[in-house]
């Protein structure tokens, strides 16, 4: 069953370095977004991407954050300089249409990467 | 905006006893509305959806309706089991959607 992939599952960093996170979205899917989750919050929106461009981003996906398709199967996310508060679960998620298409496409989503600041 | 509510957990249960999750919508238009579940260690992994008003979507046992008079999406399952133990989101999405908007998920607990 294909499935999206994300690399690390735990990444530490010291505040103010950077990062990046890596995906590998299933192989026919347009679609790319990342979230996040802060331990015991709920799951927020970053962005989505579509057509090698950022279709939609939230207010948290502010200068410090960026994504990119390198080549035809990751999806990054870097975050240029790291705060504490920057510490969550991001997932990938991919999907093939739209989500909430007439064919009901909907996401699928990584484990997750583990950032933790300090 | 849109917006999820779900109610607040944790739920603790014993094994074989019947399960409601709460969970009521605030959006314009005609959202879909999913369950997603994230077992402890793992990621989140789509548990049921419902694409229209009416529609019941189910899964390993568990179900949820999808009422547009109500705003709402509860999720039932007859008789858990301690496998069953995990977080599960309600969320949303409007047509032509980017993106999902979750509720606060609701912890699970279920003894033997």
């Known amino acids: 069953e294909p499935e999206v992939t994300q690399t690390p599952s735990h990444q530490v960093t010291q505040m103010g370095q950077e990062v990046i996170l890596r995906c590998v979205p299933i192989?026919?899917?347009?679609?790319f977004y990342w979230y996040r989750q802060i331990l015991g919050q709920k799951v927020e929106f970053l962005v989505s991407f579509y057509n090698n461009e950022i279709s939609e981003k939230s207010e948290i996906f502010d200068d410090q954050f960026s994504v990119e398709r390198p080549d035809g199967s990751n999806f990054t996310l870097k975050i240029r300089s790291t705060k504490l508060e920057d510490s969550a679960m991001y997932f990938c998620?991919?999907?093939?249409?739209?989500?909430?298409?007439?064919?009901?496409?909907?996401?699928?989503f990584g484990q997750g990467t583990r950032l933790t600041v300090v | 905006g849109n917006s999820v509510t779900q109610m607040e957990g944790p739920v603790t249960l014993s094994e074989e006893a019947f399960l409601t999750i709460n969970c009521t919508y605030t959006a314009t238009g005609y959202p879909s509305l999913f369950w997603y579940v994230q077992y402890p260690g793992e990621g989140l992994q789509l548990l049921l959806k419902a694409t229209k008003a009416d529609d019941k979507g189910s899964n390993k046992g568990f179900e949820a309706t999808y009422r547009k008079e109500t705003t709402s999406f509860h999720l039932e399952k007859g008789s858990v089991q301690v496998s069953d133990s995990a977080v599960y989101f309600c969320?949303?999405?409007?047509?032509?959607?980017?993106?999902?908007?979750f509720g606060t998920g609701t912890r699970l607990l279920v003894s033997p």
């Open positions: 998620a991919s999907s093939l249409n739209r989500q909430g298409a007439v064919s009901g496409t909907e996401a699928f």
């Open positions: 192989s026919n899917h347009l679609y």
């Open positions: 969320a949303l999405g409007n047509t032509g959607f980017q993106k999902l908007v």
